[in-house]
């Protein structure tokens, strides 16, 4: 019998507003295979292959001012060419608020979706 063990990040399941619209603006600006709940995208997929990598699942303070004291949580999304994104990006209207870099770690920088929402971009060292 084989033990019960995680294997990763099944879902990512975000409350909107407008979750068609929010699950557009995934696609359009970072290429997700977001959909609205029950739909599959325009292109028919249901779901994000996404490349294999680390994860961080970290718990932060409550009072913590690494992002916005009135959202819970914050995705952190690994990317590569991260340049490249941010310029793609600020051309779509999607400005950074943030950067940083963590020697050994790699290179930040926050966006925000179109919600509001926190959303670290990582290109890790």
């Known amino acids: 019998m084989a033990e019960g063990k995680v294997l990763g990040i099944g879902g ?10 929010l699950s557009a603006w995934y696609r359009d600006h970072l290429g997700i295979a977001a959909t609205e709940s029950g739909q599959p995208t325009p292109d028919g997929e ?14 932060f303070k409550a009072d913590t001012d690494y992002w916005q004291s009135e959202r ?11 340049e490249a994104l941010l310029e793609r990006l600020a051309d779509a209207g999607v400005e950074h608020t943030h950067r940083e870099g963590m020697e050994g770690v790699g290179e930040f920088a926050r966006i925000e979706d179109c919600e509001g929402n926190p959303i670290e971009l990582w290109e890790p060292a």
């Open 12 to 21: 990512l399941f975000i409350r909107s507003k407008d979750p068609a619209k």
């Open 46 to 59: 249901w779901v994000w292959m996404q490349d294999a990598g680390p994860t961080v699942f970290a718990g």
């Open 72 to 82: 819970q949580v914050m995705l952190n999304l690994r990317v590569e060419g991260l």
